[in-house]
């Protein structure tokens, strides 16, 4: 089983040379720390940055440099900085090649939810309305079951949703699973966790073909 930097360790590996890359907000964020050196990957954010590096060291740290969910971060060399007006026009015009969003609950259609639970208070959406209709790959990243041991990966979302048939990928604690004709299909176990657990774990309609391989970090 995986813990987050382990989520974003695997997901590191989806992220190819010459990619520009959206990284939402909790465990996405981690991603910029595990790309592999001998890649070029240039790392955006809607509040007006591209060129984000990992971040910071304690004695690197600028409270001006900050991402969209407002932790401190580096900059690469040649990184520039804009206006939100900027930063969207990039997002709308399909300018990113990869999204990296966390998630309240996917459903197996590709359905995300992961701004609001109704009756608590949230700040808003941000970008993330215009990340999943504008991208063309987009990658969940997700704990598999909530607090309570309930699935989050669902026949159909229960919270508002955030966008609609989006999702193509999903990697969770326990899994990496591809949304193909509207199930989930399982490619790849983590470490130490059995295809039942996933089976378990998972309320959506689930695609099991062959022998499914254990991931490797």
Not at 103 to 123: F, L, R, T, Y
Request: charged share 25%; net charge negative.
């Amino acid at each position: 089983m995986l813990d987050k930097k382990g989520i974003a360790q695997r997901i590191a590996k989806e992220v190819k040379d010459g990619y520009y890359v959206n990284l939402g907000i909790g465990i996405p964020t981690l991603v910029a720390n595990f790309v592999r050196d001998d890649i070029e990957v240039e790392f955006q954010s809607e509040n007006g940055i591209l060129g984000m590096g990992p971040f910071p060291t304690e004695d690197e740290v600028d409270a001006d440099l900050i991402n969209a969910g407002k932790q401190t971060i580096t900059a690469r060399p040649g990184a520039s900085f804009f206006d939100s007006a900027m930063s969207f026009g990039m997002i709308r015009g399909q300018h990113v090649d990869l999204t990296i969003l966390g998630a309240m609950e996917v459903a197996q259609d590709g359905n995300i939810a992961n701004w609001k639970i109704p009756g608590k208070m949230v700040k808003g959406m941000g970008g993330a309305m215009d990340l999943v209709g504008s991208a063309q790959n987009i990658i969940v990243a997700m704990m598999h079951t909530n607090k309570a041991g309930k699935s989050k990966l669902l026949k159909s979302c229960t919270l508002p949703l955030t966008g609609v048939k989006c999702v193509t990928k999903i990697v969770t604690n326990l899994a990496v699973l591809d949304i193909v004709d509207g199930k989930f299909k399982l490619l790849e176990r983590a470490p130490g966790v059995s295809v039942e657990e996933i089976k378990k774990a998972t309320e959506g309609d689930l695609i099991v073909e062959g022998d499914i391989p254990e991931m490797v970090l």
